[in-house]
């Protein structure tokens, strides 16, 4: 499996927007939702879809969409639990509103330091 530290910040939140439509909706999605769901064009996000499924990460089709791969949810799942953690960690021992750390937490999460996520987990419990 890759590593969620050899991707991009943006391969990061495309991760996270998929897999995040994929259990509220349906494990396929259009490239118009993944469009919508982060504000950018359609071909924008098509044009990430096709790195991402070139990565092994989504299966993509043009017309389609995409789904993502075991390999894709298994990286997905490590960005979402610091997502939320990080959410949480600053919704509860920061005070911050949710939509602020929301933000906030979409983009600490893309840092390559596992150590702050531990520490976080820690500060947690």
């Known amino acids: 499996m890759k590593k969620v530290n050899e991707l991009t910040y943006a391969e990061k939140i495309y991760l996270l927007k998929i897999y995040q439509i ?3 909706e349906d494990k396929h999605i259009s490239t118009t939702q993944i469009a919508k ?3 950018v064009k359609a071909s924008s996000a098509t044009d990430m879809l096709k790195r991402l499924a070139f990565k092994g990460l989504v299966l993509y089709s043009k ?3 995409c789904e993502m791969t075991t390999e894709g949810i298994g990286i997905a799942s490590v960005v ?3 997502f939320l953690l990080t959410q949480r960690f600053l919704n509860t021992k920061l005070d911050m509103d949710m939509e602020d750390s929301q933000r906030i937490a979409e983009k600490i999460i893309t840092l390559d330091v596992p150590v702050l996520f531990n520490k976080i987990k820690q500060a947690l419990h």
């Open 22 to 24: 994929s259990i509220a």
């Open 37 to 39: 769901s982060l504000e």
């Open 63 to 65: 017309y389609h969409g």
């Open 80 to 82: 979402v639990e610091r």
